[in-house]
């Protein structure tokens, strides 16, 4: 199937704009979880936002290596530092 096949002219400006502007999506979206991380108490809802955060990362394109000692600790912390340097 040819890429754009069934969409109109529009949808293909939508499409394209996302995909240019795709890391700074991921980015903002860790931005937004690191501050939930930061004033939820441990418990079911941070287990559920690290996974998130550990999705997030890798759609980012964060080496396994790196992101894995953060998520395991849940160092809120380490996080917001790599997510910094993801921003710059």
């Known amino acids: 199937m040819a890429k754009h096949q069934n969409l109109s002219k529009h949808q293909q400006g939508i499409v394209g704009r996302y995909y240019a502007n795709h890391d700074t999506i991921h980015v903002n979206k860790l931005m937004e979880l690191v501050s939930e991380l930061a004033v939820t108490e441990p418990g079911k809802k ?12 890798r759609q980012a394109g964060l080496e396994e290596p790196k992101l894995r000692p953060c998520v395991d600790a849940k160092d809120v912390k380490k996080l917001a530092e790599i997510v910094g340097k993801l921003s710059k």
Not at 47 to 52: F, H, M, Q, S, V
């Open 46 to 57: 941070a287990d559920t936002l690290w996974k998130r955060t550990e999705t997030a990362l």
